[in-house]
């Protein structure tokens, strides 16, 4: 795969507020997994008593639960996106990642439909690219109008896909995809 055959969009950053949140669940998850494992070694279970054991067993199951919420809400905070398209053997990636960790499949470009610009309640344009099944992934937000438009014109090129300017909903627009 040569650089040029390659293109990446990323997914816009987090707010500074939703990366702390996820740092304090992965902290709490943390605290939790460890309290379960200093509990598991200091208390002193009687293995013989099948009520201490019962007792024991309700209290590691519950550490173990909420540890497993926190990270898991953790992870959902952090995790990024990436789309990688691959444009000699004409295919996409939606790529998760956290830091060094990533996990994504590949499809083929006939999964993908159109390039949607629409305008939020924020009087921000956000570009979408929609596939077959209705499913769609947000990538980029643009305060101008323009620039939106550049930017969905731009891909729209490159993948050969329709734009659809949704910009005002109550008149919905496919543009012309062939720059001027």
Known sequence: MEANDVKIIK???RHLIIKIIAALFFTLGFVLVYFTIVINFELDV????????????????????FSVIAF???????????IIFDLSKKRYKIEFYIGPFH????????DLKRIGIFKNTKD?????????????VQFEKFFDYEEALAEARYISEILDLEI????????PVLLETKME
């Open 11 to 13: 997914q816009y950053d």
């Open 46 to 65: 009687d293995w013989t008593k099948d009520k201490q054991v019962a007792k024991w067993g309700k209290g590691m199951s519950s550490f173990i639960f």
């Open 72 to 82: 898991g809400l953790g992870i959902n905070l952090m995790k990024r996106k990436l």
């Open 103 to 110: 996990w994504g499949s590949w499809h083929s470009f006939s």
């Open 124 to 136: 921000i344009f956000e570009l979408n690219i929609w596939f077959t099944n209705k499913r769609h």
């Open 164 to 171: 659809l300017d949704a910009s005002d909903p109550r008149n």
